[in-house]
């Protein structure tokens, strides 16, 4: 026979080194996968008790401190947890009425459905007599926040998952249900008024207390909405006699309660009654009112209950005390939730809950609880049905459309709205297509299959030499206007050829010269002297600026802005190299005798330009010879080296 050892204690296991915690868990873990693996003949049922009651024990304890400190309550992994759990199966009808109430603590959020085939096996006489009592006589007690909070849990955690019979116990007991609706009204209000009370305007984080305070609140609603949802279910099952005990036992249950209300508090879940937050949160009225809609004879004691609970209903359902739970629940600010993870794909679209909808299924839910909370919610999407009460009618008179039949319909909208069209037509469509060209399957052409196709090269041949003719066609056009204009020159009458000497000028010269721009003047004058356009005092009083800003008319500022943006342009080198040769061009004018007049600016190179007339040293020289004759006590060099310009 297998015996399981006893769990290590809280004190045993801090007294364990890490390596020895892990080596334990792992021989727990073994021990507890052999002894659910055996039939009961072979275990040992004693120590299988007493490893679950205190294994129970231990991590209800955990637990409740977790609610204060926020401690983790799982201590071991989640083999040991799970296989507990197994064990506790194969006991459950053995197990202590305490055990499973510490089992219900551990297990209630996580594994409901399985502590609920626990708990199955759990007589109303041993909660009756042993369990009522105790969470009356602890809700009954004045105690501290944190007593108050492990007082709820424990109750809420046991009624979400005892079995109906052990449940229908409390929804019966007045006292308890009470003894509940005191301890939400006055007990928490005394404990409220001994912190200072709860601070609702401001954005600071909530203190410890407060957030004890509204999870309180949460847990002994839930667990008032579990009886509420018991009282109900069994008014709306009853028929004949039963009818009228389960409607007295209901309406003195719910009047007992409105005997305590003050209509002063206004604050949700701070300061007002119970039914007073249940019905902002349930719409009691309601369903109270569908649960008796079999009776044959209305009861005038619902018209008064059902005017009594209206008159908690606010236009606007606030939050109220609320917030603190809503305000320190999310993403923590400064947190970037929205970064995309390994995946490259997005993730597809989530349809919006809507928080209105999922109050109106519970609402459903607790007069009709047989039915899937899917089907509920479907059936309020639809139009005909856009309120609790319309669906509780249709679904108890049978009127209502079929889970299937609304599925179907769905998929008919949708398939409606993302049909595809027929055809699929572009600019493309008119364009004539020769099926003789299309390949399907690979190409098993190679290069020397597409160089014996010649039906393309032939185009292409002729395409070139039409190009080629067109070039040369235009080439021969230049070269005949160049002819003519040489021609025009050779045949014009000139008698000879004048040179102007130092300080005369054309006839023409008024006529065919143009003012330059302020740009060409500083475009000419940077590139004699860069330096004129320095931006320091000196420059700005020399000689040269001044002259600079009568020729441009443009001040200071603006001349030396130019150089600025003349440096940072691009085109910097192409705007300076079009004024390169502007003083090598020699245009001909005609004088009055008939003799055509050479015009230009004269500089070093200038005699080399003059149609090849001097094409050496020695006739340069003669040239010289010559200038001193006609400007005598003039030196050539100095003139010809001087940046100054003069005409021949």
């Avoid at 509940?180 to 609702?200: F, H, N, Q, T």
């Avoid at 606010?314 to 629940?329: C, N, Q, V, W």
């Amino acid at each position: 026979m297998f015996r399981l050892p006893p769990y290590p204690s809280p004190a045993a296991w801090k007294s364990l080194s890490p390596s020895q915690k892990t080596s334990t868990r792992a021989s727990i873990a073994s021990a507890l996968a052999q002894s659910t693996s055996l039939p009961e003949s072979k275990l040992d049922i004693s120590a299988a008790i007493a490893f679950v009651s205190i294994y129970a024990r231990d991590h209800a304890r955990a637990t409740l401190e977790g609610l204060i400190w926020g401690s983790d309550s799982k201590q071991d992994d989640k083999s040991i947890r799970q296989r507990v759990l197994v064990l506790a199966g194969k006991l459950g009808k053995q197990l202590e009425l305490e055990a499973l109430v510490d089992l219900a603590i551990v297990y209630a959020k996580t594994n409901s459905t399985q502590i609920r085939a626990i708990l199955a096996h759990t007589q109303p006489s041993q909660v009756r007599a042993a369990l009522l009592p105790a969470f009356t006589q602890l809700l009954s007690t004045s105690q501290g926040i944190y007593a108050l909070r492990k007082t709820s849990y424990c109750v809420a955690a046991f009624l979400a998952v005892c079995p109906e019979d052990s449940l229908r116990v409390f929804a019966r007991d007045k006292d308890f249900i009470v003894a509940l609706a005191k301890v939400y009204e006055a007990g928490l209000a005394d404990i409220s008024r001994s912190y200072g009370g709860l601070e609702l305007d401001g954005a600071r984080e909530a203190d410890e207390w407060e957030r004890l305070f509204v999870e309180t609140k949460v847990s002994l609603i839930d667990a008032f909405h579990i009886i509420i949802r018991t009282i109900l279910s069994d008014l709306a099952s009853a028929k004949g006699p039963s009818l009228a005990i389960e409607a007295d036992r209901t309406f003195d249950i719910i009047f007992a309660l409105l005997s305590s209300e003050n209509n002063q508090a206004s604050t949700p879940f701070f300061n007002r009654t119970l039914l007073a937050d249940y019905q902002q949160s349930y719409d009691l009225a309601q369903t109270l009112a569908a649960a008796l809609k079999n009776a044959q004879e209305k009861d005038a004691r619902l018209d008064v209950l059902e005017a009594s609970l209206r008159s908690f209903d606010d236009t606007e359902r606030k939050p109220g005390a609320l917030k603190i739970l809503l305000r320190s629940s999310g993403i923590a600010v400064g947190v970037d939730n929205l970064g995309k993870g390994k995946g490259k794909s997005k993730a597809a679209p989530v349809e919006p809950e809507d928080p209105e909808i999922d109050l109106h299924v519970s609402q459903v839910l607790d007069i009709l609880p047989e039915h899937d909370p899917a089907y509920i919610k479907a059936l309020l999407k639809l139009p005909p049905y856009t309120n609790p009460s319309q669906v509780i009618d249709a679904l108890l008179e049978g009127t209502a459309p079929s889970f299937e039949a609304i599925s179907l319909s769905d998929e008919e909208r949708i398939h409606d709205a993302a049909r595809a069209v027929n055809e699929r037509r572009n600019i493309f469509n008119e364009e004539k297509f020769d099926l003789s060209n299309v390949h399907i399957g690979k190409k098993t052409q190679d290069e020397t299959t597409v160089l014996r196709d010649r039906t393309f090269i032939e185009q292409m041949k002729a395409d070139i030499l039409r190009r080629a003719e067109a070039i040369s066609d235009e080439e021969s056009e230049g070269e005949e206007g160049a002819k003519v204009k040489a021609v025009a020159y050779l045949e014009d009458d000139v008698d000879g050829v004048r040179v102007l000497g130092d300080g005369e000028q054309s006839e023409d010269s008024d006529h065919e010269d143009e003012k330059p721009s302020p740009e060409t003047i500083c475009e000419l004058a940077y590139i004699r002297d860069p330096h004129l356009f320095d931006r320091d005092a000196q420059t700005r009083r020399s000689k040269a600026r001044t002259e600079l800003r009568e020729k441009t008319g443009w001040a200071d500022e603006q001349l030396e802005g130019w150089r600025i943006m003349l440096e940072k342009d691009p085109r910097k080198d192409k705007i300076l190299q079009k004024h390169e040769f502007a003083g090598n061009q020699t245009p001909i004018v005609h004088n009055e005798s008939g003799a055509s007049t050479l015009v230009g600016r004269v500089g070093p190179d200038a005699f080399d330009d003059m149609g090849g007339a001097y094409e050496n040293i020695e006739k340069r020289i003669a040239e010289m010879d010559k200038f001193r004759e006609w400007s005598p006590g003039t030196d050539f060099d100095d003139y010809i080296a001087s940046p100054r310009a003069y005409t021949i």
